[in-house]
């Protein structure tokens, strides 16, 4: 069955008279997870009535859960049961820092650990015979390339959408980002905001010209979410996240870990990124035994906030892939 995406004119109405109510039928409830560590993470959960397949959702940087209410409906009526973590930092999950606006984490491996301990005590529990697929962006892609490395039988598939292999550094050469991160913790200011002074959320200034979205509607339908609630508003990294998000890279690229990911991966590369690197996609998916590359012309980051032209044939990509044997 063929899942139609959204038109852009009936956006705001098809998400909340159609998308809203059909998830809300299907959410599991609870939805909040205690780590092995006594720390909680919240999650989305929604069961499909015949289920041929789970797909777990590994949101970017400064995300939710809740932003990828679309995409878990497109899954859902495909099929699937769907799970969506907060990652830590984000959204209603545990934070380490009392400002919601700042992103921190203490090591990126604290993210993998967290994930991998979410799919194997609350998602596989759900039905451990079915396939489970990952849909991961931006920073969950490098959560989620680095747990293909690491844990390869976790996931049959998985979906990498415009994944944070290599991050840009907006204007600094890497090695300098590095090293002034690197200086800032070791003055213990790890969880400092990046550019002291410039920190918090002000929506005013997230517009959707300077966004990395393509389609307005999409884009607003978050923003507004974000406003109304101040578990959504993550915007600046500390100096520690955005350490540990420059060291990941050198451990994704290492050839001997990428020859450890047994599952086929399809990776979509944003024709207009502003975040991430193309360069170091390109060299982690060919290294990966089974790795295709899918270029999305018209799309910016954040490719699943595209116009329905461009969204269409990204979501029947997906799920072709993950319905072929």
Aim: proline share 6%; hydrophobic share 40%; with cysteine.
């Amino acid at each position: 069955m063929k899942i139609s995406v959204f038109e852009d004119n009936r956006f705001f109405d098809r998400m909340e008279q159609e998308a809203e109510p059909g998830l809300a039928a299907c959410r599991l409830p609870g939805r909040k997870y205690q780590t092995p560590r006594n720390e909680t993470l919240a999650y989305e959960a929604y069961l499909s009535p015949k289920p041929k397949g789970i797909i777990v959702i590994s949101h970017g940087f400064v995300e939710s859960a809740e932003k990828f209410r679309e995409m878990a409906w497109y899954f859902l009526q495909a099929g699937y049961h769907v799970f969506a973590l907060d990652h830590r930092g984000h959204g209603r999950s545990v934070r380490q820092v009392p400002e919601l606006w700042l992103t921190h984490v203490e090591r990126f491996e604290d993210y993998v650990i967290d994930f991998v301990d979410f799919v194997r005590n609350v998602v596989i529990p759900v039905d451990p015979a079915l396939p489970r697929y990952l849909y991961a962006h931006s920073m969950g892609g490098a959560i989620g390339a680095r747990i293909l490395q690491t844990t390869p039988d976790l996931f049959q598939k998985a979906v990498l959408t415009a994944p944070m292999i290599a991050a840009k550094t907006q204007g600094y050469p890497r090695t300098a980002a590095r090293l002034i991160a690197a200086c800032a913790c070791r003055m213990g200011k790890g969880k400092k905001a990046i550019f002291a002074g410039l920190g918090g959320y002000f929506p005013e200034k997230e517009t959707f010209e300077a966004s990395p979205d393509t389609c307005r509607e999409r884009f607003l339908y978050y923003h507004r979410k974000r406003i109304a609630q101040p578990q959504l508003q993550n915007a600046n990294p500390s100096y520690r996240w955005l350490l540990e998000s420059l060291k990941i890279t050198s451990v994704l690229l290492n050839p001997a870990s990428c020859r450890q990911v047994t599952a086929p991966v399809l990776l979509f590369q944003a024709e207009e990124d502003t975040f991430v690197r193309s360069q170091e996609q390109q060299k982690w998916i060919a290294a990966v035994p089974k790795g295709q590359l899918i270029l999305v012309l018209g799309s910016k980051h954040e490719i699943y906030a595209s116009p329905a032209a461009v969204l269409q044939p990204y979501l029947d990509q997906i799920l072709t892939f993950l319905e072929k044997a």
